[in-house]
């Protein structure tokens, strides 16, 4: 069936396996999954995106949702290590979290389409009927809150919140602006949303 969520193979014999660069492959499905969401991702879309017939992306990722989790993962991990980046500069924290915002802003309204965040925007979602998928995108979100907690681990701001305390609310804010970008606010609007809420954070 043309859109089964199992990724079946070819009836001709494979061959040799074509070669191909697994995180060039997860970028270009995530811009499948971020337009279609997962349930109505088509297999002959995600192939097509990904340049593989069905039997190379069965032997490399298994089914449509090991495909959609090892995307998110991906992702997930490239985030934290912008999030990183920016957080452990020797700036004052709040600016490191304008920048934070700013960067995650521009790619939530990038046009054509607000993409919004494909981990809070998609995987929501689908996590009730799909629990791995609800697991992975925990463990993603627990990521991101870690690497807030280190950023605010490095800065002078007093004990209380704790760094763990605040780590959480910045994180909410992050998901709270993806979520809204998705829904078509304007940039300028989660702009203005962010630097609002930096003081209540850093308070």
């Known amino acids: 069936m043309r859109n089964s969520t199992k990724i079946?193979?070819?009836?001709?014999?494979?061959?040799?396996?074509?070669?191909?660069?697994?995180?060039?492959?997860?970028?270009?499905?995530?811009?499948?999954?971020?337009?279609?969401?997962?349930?109505?991702?088509?297999?002959?879309?995600?192939?097509a995106a990904a340049g593989l017939n069905r039997s190379s992306l069965y032997a490399a990722f298994g089914d449509k949702e090991q495909l959609y989790i090892a995307m998110l993962r991906h992702i997930g991990q490239k985030s934290v290590e912008a999030m990183d980046a920016i957080l452990?500069?020797?700036?004052?924290?709040?600016?490191?979290?304008?920048?934070?915002?700013?960067?995650?802003?521009?790619i939530y309204t990038r046009p054509p389409t607000p993409p919004g965040c494909i981990i809070v925007g998609t995987a929501t979602v689908e996590s009730p009927s799909h629990p791995e998928i609800g697991a992975a995108a925990n463990r993603i979100l627990a990521?991101?809150?870690?690497?807030?907690?280190?950023?605010?681990?490095?800065?002078?701001?007093?004990?209380?919140?704790?760094?763990?305390?605040?780590?959480?609310?910045?994180g909410a804010i992050l998901y709270a602006t993806g979520i809204r970008a998705r829904l078509g606010v304007p940039a300028s609007e989660l702009r203005a949303f962010t630097r609002s809420m930096i003081p209540l954070i850093c308070r």
């Open 8 to 47: 079946e193979k070819d009836a001709r014999p494979r061959g040799r396996p074509r070669g191909f660069i697994t995180s060039e492959v997860l970028e270009r499905v995530r811009d499948v999954f971020l337009a279609k969401g997962f349930a109505a991702a088509s297999l002959d879309e995600l192939c």
């Open 88 to 106: 452990s500069t020797p700036d004052p924290i709040e600016q490191r979290l304008g920048r934070l915002y700013k960067g995650a802003i521009d």
């Open 143 to 170: 990521d991101f809150e870690k690497a807030f907690e280190r950023g605010f681990v490095e800065s002078s701001l007093k004990p209380t919140p704790s760094p763990a305390e605040r780590a959480s609310m910045a």
